[in-house]
């Protein structure tokens, strides 16, 4: 059991001032954060990228620290507004408070924000929490009572999703049915909830819950406290203490792991770095956290008890500390205070080469703790210095000063941001309640003016000025520095285009990509050649060049995007996706919608987590409507633990917006098929699409599948499959999961041997941006009306429910057809022209920068001979590289399909002797089967696409095409089309 903690008091509001005055510095405050920017452009070109914080070992939070803290005086805010850094004598801090939110204006704001009238506000002058109100919770919570809102005091700015307690494994949610408030010793405040895990989840135990969130008068943290006892009659078994974190719009991150956090691992903390405020998570007294981590959460176990014996009791408490900035050195600095240190301060001038001052400019600032002659860094640096983790760094804005608390020690420190370098690292000792000045120099700035087209397309109307001055798609030479060009026309139609930016020497990324809104940006660089790429997903070719940055100037640029992969009557979808309506993503539907576009997706499903949503008021307000259609869905959550099969994702499906999460359908406690049985009751025709969870997912989500052989899996899964009642779609393929993407595969198979006929999908069930792009990997739907702009719902739902004819894909774009049935759909072999045999005709078109190397033909699942080498490929008029092969299929005895020749050509071995057409072996079916086309590359898709190059290699799947042996016009469950 972990121990409670006293929190040390802290600074109170406006001015900080402390008992004894620290030597003030000429900035002596700390970094202000970057004003709010106001315009769909400013949000669509924020691309937050965070890096982990960094602090090792056990934090233990000293119940002393007030005493030994009182020589230094604290940035309450870390605002520079508040001038000095202890401008006068100290003042009794205001006692904390608890108040319920009255109307909008009481709550707090941010892209996560999610207090409602109701809900109740815990704070002090530092940090201000909101815990739900009783009822229908937001997010993954069944119900109220959890923490869903945190930010600074001062800011009132909200990034995390919600705290919920997560009691086993698997886990068991807490419906709280009583909340109290009231004041506490030394003028503390709390709300307290109570309530229980009862029914099917304890399988016949009872365990009454009850969790209190405390708050110190000055305190930058919140205690959450946590008892249970068994009501029941018989032991709870399995009963980990601990959480589920949902990070919204805050990157996860822990000391010694890698950017990211993904899979098992075990820290002294969790942290989340935001745009604005930052979070961390700790267990009281000390300890470590096991946590397992995904995207956009973390389930923290703190205590483990293999049983609670009727009667029996147990608790667990943590601290949620929150930063008054968005960045690593917040969180640090954060942790090492609570640790009983007491920080110093780091002042930052900038300065051009020559010398002469900077204005404060918005960018990162790197603080890299080293050690002085050899000897053991100072406490403070050595802090984070520990696990191997060395990245420390301060988020700038544009206001003075440049400055924020750090611990003691000494430092290298450097900068990068708004198109500037420092040209070296400035040294600097950090020393307890002083201000360390570091004076940086940094790269002169030119400006890239670019300007995108797509070929057959209007090109935007030209901006002002020399920026609209263009040249050809080579190095160009800079025009005379003028102010920067306006931003593209909002209220025009938009053209979405993914840009990426990179060294034209090294390949490094210089910039992360960025949206180019209307078909032009205007960008600060630093000098030098720049690789530019335009891309709109895997059926345009790359519009690339390369430039000229030189300092003090702008550099012209006008590149073309070409449409070169021909997918006339598919439509791209993406069928799954969330923003910042889902607790563990933190992206505002704004930007989801351009950057989906970006990709080119032209069809996308809004899942958000038990909510329904509805983006295509916002489509119509951005004047997408041509280019991308939304459809209303939700993604549903079974509360019962155990489950272990995922999630169903549900669409088309309207959402109310009074109503309680929007019109969405009830879910807790129930099993996936009780709501496929709920789902299929609604009036109307939907799309119900199994995401199979294996190990990846949120427990909140389920219990994430189990690892069982994929027999197993498909006899669990058949439950909810077929008979026009069961699940439509089963997702195989989940954004870069590779390995789960082939153990879903082989339960595809399973399933389809059993007589299961399901449609296979892929996702990229994006949380983010960058790392987790929308329409990676995507599915295909053929449809009647492949435009956007006039898609027929009813024919997309037709399409995956009954034709079942799809590709999934993250480049190639492969289809396959059998006489007069394409994959989807049910072909006799006894039916060839003439008596003779029919032939599999597989067609791989692809943009020139996919690779495809190799063709697998599955005849069962199992692989019909050798893969088929890729080798042969002709360029069609529009520019696309295309592969057509052709396989005889007959009846036989043996089944499968004769080796293909090592080495041999497409044209080659029995083939027509065409370019890019071959012929490979005999497939010989005895009888009733399916066949997939299977195509991989072995090149990454890159640059578009950056990070683990396995993770990012081409791969195309078709649907099954059913083989009819028998002649009976039924195929494994499949009938043949009328």
Known sequence: ?????????????????????????????????????????????????????????????????????????????????????????????????????????????????????????????????????????????????????????????????????????????????????????????????????????????????????????????????????????????????????????????????????????????????????????????????????????????????????????????????????????????????????????????????????????????????????????????????????????????????????????????????????????????????????ARLALSGVGQLDLRVEERGAPGPAAAPGPAAATGPATATGPAAVQAPAAAPDLLGPLIPVKVGFFDAATGKAVSPPRLALGGELHLPLPPGRIRVVASRGPEYALAEATVDIADGARSPLALTLQRVVDTSGYIACDLRQHTARSADAGIASAVRLAWSAAEGVECAVATEHNLAADLQPDVAALQLDAQLRMLPGIELTSGRGGAGLGSLSVFPLGGAAAAPREGALRWGDETAGELLREVRALPGERVVQLSRRHGGGSPLHGSGAPQEAPEEGARQLAQLVGDGGGADALEVWTGREVAARDRALEELWALLRASRPITPTATSDTHGLHGAEAGTPRTYVAVAGDDPGRLDVGDLVAGLRRRRDVVITNGPFVTMRLGEARQGGVASVRRGARGGPRTLSIRIERAPWVDARELHVLVGGVASGEAIPLEGARTTAAGALLDEVEIPVVLGTGGGRGAARQGARVGGAGGDGRSGKGGRGVIAVAEDTFVVAIVRGQRPLEPVLTGDPGGILPFAMTAPLWIDADGDGRSLGRAAAP
């Open 1 to 437: 059991m972990i121990r409670s903690i006293e929190m040390p008091p802290r600074s109170p509001a406006g001015p900080p001032r402390a008992r004894r005055a620290a030597p003030r510095a000429s900035s002596a405050s700390s970094a202000s954060s970057a004003p709010r920017r106001a315009g769909l452009a400013a949000l669509a070109l924020a691309a937050a990228g965070c890096a982990p914080p960094v602090q090792g070992g056990s934090v233990a939070v000293s119940s002393g620290a007030a005493e030994r803290l009182g020589m230094l005086c604290r940035w309450g805010h870390g605002g520079g507004e508040q001038g000095a850094l202890c401008p006068g004598d100290a003042v009794a801090a205001r006692p904390a408070r608890v108040r319920r939110i009255a109307a909008p204006a009481d709550a707090l704001s941010g892209p996560l924000a999610a207090g409602r009238p109701g809900d109740y506000v815990l704070e002090n002058d530092e940090i201000a929490v909101v815990i739900e109100q009783l009822g229908p919770g937001t997010g993954l919570a069944e119900g109220g009572g959890h923490l869903i809102d945190a930010a600074d005091a001062r800011e009132r700015s909200d990034e995390l999703g919600q705290i919920v307690p997560r009691l086993g494994a698997p886990p068991r949610q807490v419906i709280y049915r009583d909340l109290a408030t009231g004041a506490g010793e030394g003028g503390a405040a709390w709300i307290e909830a109570r309530g229980e895990v009862r029914g099917r989840a304890l399988e016949g135990g009872a365990l009454s819950v009850t969790t209190r969130y405390t708050l110190a008068p000055s305190g930058r943290a919140v205690v959450i406290a946590t008892s249970l006892q068994n009501d029941g009659d018989r032991p709870v078994e399995a009963l980990d203490l601990g959480d589920v974190v949902h990070w919204g719009a805050a990157e996860h991150a822990a000391p010694g792991a890698a950017p990211g956090l993904r899979g098992e691992h075990e820290a002294p903390y969790l942290a989340g770095v935001g745009s604005r405020v930052a979070y961390a998570l700790v267990p009281a007294g000390g300890g470590m956290i096991r946590a397992r981590s995904g995207a956009g959460f973390s389930d923290a176990t703190f205590a483990r008890q293999a049983a609670l014996p009727p009667g029996g009791r147990a608790a667990y408490e943590r601290i949620l500390a929150i930063a008054p900035r968005g960045d690593a050195l917040a969180v640090a600095t954060e942790l090492f205070f609570l640790g009983g240190g007491a920080p110093g301060g780091v002042a930052l001038e900038l300065v051009d080469a020559r010398g002469a001052p900077l204005r404060p400019m918005a960018g990162r600032a790197t603080l890299t703790p080293v050690a002085e002659e050899g000897a053991a860094p100072a406490a403070g640096a050595a802090a984070a210095l520990a696990d191997g983790a060395l990245d420390l760094w301060l988020r700038t804005g544009e206001r003075e000063p440049l400055a924020a608390e750090a611990p003691p020690g000494l430092y290298l420190v450097g900068f990068e941001g708004s198109g500037r370098r420092a040209l070296g690292t400035a040294r600097v000792q950090v020393r307890a309640g002083e201000i360390a000045p």
